[in-house]
């Protein structure tokens, strides 16, 4: 596709169940971002893979995080045992180099009842 | 923690004005960014600055930026109703190869027809 692609574009689970969240990035993009971003507020940076170098995983609010990439394609970022604060829209990024303008996904949208 | 602080935080203004945005950050950056966001979802990419840039223009908006006192500026002339959006200043860090683009909170702006 033309653009960065995210799936689903709304989860709705219970507290406790784990949850994975899928990114597509532009074809061809080496650096790949997740951002969170709660009703109302910026976007809070997660992690950020840029080719095969070691991901920058310093923005992961806690080990029930986790996110991989395989190569310089899909990512997938996995949430376990989900607890209410988590709910938040998840914005997946990617840019053919670590710096200038981002692409974004339009976003996985995140309830935890 | 937010880099950048966006100023004011909502803004109303009437079709045809011109609606200004300012955003302080703390850090010495390599680039300023400013991104808008309809409806919470995906980000749009509308403009990057250099920091050895102060003024940039790019159709109807215009973006300077001050690096002495750490600010910068979004000016959107003649606004339309389709201008209503939330719009965010981002930062790229002076580390290179760790560019983690780090966003402010951001300005509702509603154009009124």
């Known amino acids: 596709g033309a653009g960065v692609s995210q799936s689903p574009s709304n989860k709705v689970t219970e507290k406790g169940k784990d949850v994975e969240l899928r990114c597509d990035p532009i074809?061809?993009?080496?650096?790949l971002y997740w951002y969170r971003q709660r009703l109302g507020q910026g976007l809070e940076f997660l992690i950020y893979?840029?080719?095969?170098?070691?991901?920058?995983k310093s923005g992961l609010p806690s080990d029930r995080f986790s996110a991989e990439r395989t190569g310089e394609s899909v990512s997938t970022l996995t949430i376990q045992r989900t607890q209410q604060e988590d709910s938040a829209v998840y914005l997946c990024?990617?840019?053919?180099?670590?710096?200038?303008?981002?692409?974004f996904g339009p976003g996985t949208r995140l309830t935890v009842l | 923690s937010q880099q950048g602080e966006e100023d004011p935080q909502a803004l109303s203004i009437q079709e045809g004005e011109n609606a200004t945005m300012n955003c302080s950050y703390k850090?010495?950056?390599?680039?300023l960014q400013w991104y808008r966001q309809n409806s919470g979802r995906g980000l749009v990419h509308l403009i990057l600055?250099?920091?050895?840039?102060r003024e940039k223009h790019s159709g109807r908006l215009r973006v300077t930026l001050d690096t002495s006192k750490k600010s910068s500026s979004l000016l959107i002339t003649a606004s339309r109703a389709a201008d209503t959006a939330s719009y965010f200043c981002?930062?790229?860090?002076?580390?290179?190869?760790?560019?983690?683009?780090?966003f402010g909170t951001g300005t509702r702006l509603t154009i009124i027809p």
């Open positions: 990024a990617s840019s053919s180099t670590g710096t200038g303008g981002r692409f």
């Open positions: 074809s061809g993009h080496t650096a």
């Open positions: 893979f840029q080719g095969n170098s070691a991901p920058d």
């Open positions: 850090t010495s950056i390599n680039n």
């Open positions: 600055i250099r920091s050895n840039e």
């Open positions: 981002a930062t790229d860090g002076t580390n290179f190869g760790n560019e983690k683009l780090t």
